[in-house]
């Protein structure tokens, strides 16, 4: 897995001493090289791009198998699917949880797990967070993660 963002520094507050910014498209490709030579069986990219951005990558990339997440402004009824690659996005009002399968031959199958205060929580993810959270000593500000089962 690697991830691609917009090439805005204002929004972002911590980098690391090291951080440099790349082009996506040169960053998704030296990501797939990396992860081909260490013999991953599926390349997923996580977007924080417009969806044009997205679907650019899907041109310009050989060897994603899956772009998912996006910009807050697009929310995707279903994938899209781009030479080989697909592209998932379910905006980011938090309503609603995307649930994506990919095999050998692309989209298997897809889902939309709506989050309302009625969804019961999975305790087990709930201390997966708590314990990176901790480890990194990262807090929410908003108070309470709300982790989702997703349904096979």
Do not use: C
């Not at 030296?30 to 997923?44: F, H, I, K, T």
């Not at 929310?75 to 690659?85: H, Q, S």
């Amino acid at each position: 897995m690697f991830g691609l963002s917009v090439l805005d520094l204002t929004d972002y507050l911590y980098y690391p001493a090291d951080y440099r910014m790349r082009r996506a498209t040169q960053a998704a490709k030296s990501a797939v090289e990396a992860l081909d030579r260490a013999g991953v069986d599926y390349v997923v990219g996580a977007s924080h791009l417009r969806l044009e951005g997205s679907k650019a990558i899907a041109r310009n990339v050989d060897g994603i198998d899956l772009l998912v997440g996006d910009y807050a402004e697009h929310v995707l009824e279903g994938p899209l699917e781009i030479e080989g690659t697909t592209i998932d996005s379910v905006g980011a009002e938090f309503d609603r949880v995307g649930r994506v399968t990919v095999d050998g031959e692309g989209l298997a199958e897809y889902g939309r797990v709506p989050v309302t205060l009625r969804v019961n929580r999975d305790t087990g993810m709930g201390r997966i967070v708590a314990r990176w959270r901790q480890r990194y000593q990262v807090g929410n500000p908003l108070g309470e993660d709300l982790t989702v089962p997703l349904p096979p």
